[in-house]
């Protein structure tokens, strides 16, 4: 059982694509790491990277460690692993069992970063503290309180499985794009939260994140540095190459959305990777617009 222990937030399998192409001879493969400030530079091999001693695993005093969800998400790794090698690699379509194998690896990855943990048990702390407020307000007890507080040591591992089902169906539904590097020298990076969700809709507004069912959503996540796949409700299929700009530009993107680090095959990080908005001109002036539509709104009704 000891080798269930030592549990991945970002699958190994998934992390080994992005070995540098130019490790020496004789040394152990590693990837790059970086801050997300772009700071303390360091290489690790992937089997020693967004690792955690039992992420995953239930435990109820008493009893044996139960590693069913670790042996469960090892399982859909395996199916991703062997898809990306034998498939997506080679820019072979897939076929409808493949399809649902690969939502169901994102799903899986929606769900199970540290990210997604530390988002999900701020939420539960805050009911948990305006419960404990109104209990202290009656002078009372509260079970519901209790209750999310015995729910909360679990709820992360809980969601993982119980979620992923419904977030598969959803991806299913989107149009399925891979995007490759082709001639560009300029290579996908990848993060702690590899999935990103993004509406340019919602870029200033500031009380919806993206979501899945919106329209104008997208879900980029870098499967290795030559190629990322990208998941919308748009007719955008297939396999499509893109240029240095738009590489960089997820990159971007990539890097803005990571919870503490982001990955590289690369020692090399670009200045681009840190701007708040892209290198658009167009998008700049949108931005401002809104923001400035924004303030008349909110001072008119203040």
């Not at 493969?29 to 400030?37: L, M, Q």
């Not at 690369?266 to 700049?284: D, G, Q, T």
Request: aromatic share 10%; hydrophobic share 35%; with cysteine.
């Amino acid at each position: 059982m000891s080798n269930h222990k030592k549990q991945h937030s970002v699958p190994k399998c998934y992390l080994r694509e992005f070995i540098d192409p130019e490790t020496p001879g004789g040394y152990e493969p590693f990837i790059w790491i970086f801050d997300k400030n772009g700071k303390n530079k360091r290489k690790k091999a992937p089997k020693n990277v967004l690792t955690s001693n039992n992420l995953y695993t239930i435990e109820v005093e008493g009893k044996a460690r139960d590693y069913s969800i670790e042996k469960s998400l090892s399982s859909i790794e395996n199916d991703f692993a062997i898809l990306f090698r034998q498939k997506i690699k080679n820019l072979l379509p897939l076929s409808e069992e493949e399809h649902i194998s690969l939502c169901i690896f994102i799903a899986t990855m929606l769900q199970r970063t540290v990210s997604q943990k530390a988002n999900l048990e701020h939420f539960l702390d805050e009911l948990i503290s305006h419960g404990e407020k109104l209990a202290a307000h009656h002078g009372i007890k509260s079970r519901t309180v209790e209750s999310l507080k015995n729910y909360k040591r679990d709820a992360h591992k809980l969601n993982i499985l119980k979620m992923f089902p419904e977030v598969t169906q959803i991806l299913l539904n989107m149009s399925l794009a891979f995007v490759i590097v082709g001639r560009s020298k300029s290579r996908f990076i990848t993060s702690d939260d590899p999935c990103t969700l993004f509406n340019p809709k919602l870029r200033e507004q500031r009380l919806m994140g993206p979501g899945l069912g919106q329209k104008e959503v997208e879900l980029t996540i870098p499967l290795s540095p030559e190629i990322a796949l990208c998941l919308s409700w748009s007719n955008f299929r297939g396999f499509i190459e893109i240029g240095k700009r738009q590489i960089e530009e997820l990159n971007r993107t990539t890097r803005a959305h990571c919870y503490e680090l982001f990955i590289s095959s690369s020692s090399h990080k670009k200045f681009r990777w840190f701007l708040k908005y892209p290198l658009s001109l167009i998008f700049v002036m949108k931005v401002i617009r809104q923001k400035f539509n924004y303030r008349i709104h909110r001072n008119f009704h203040s």
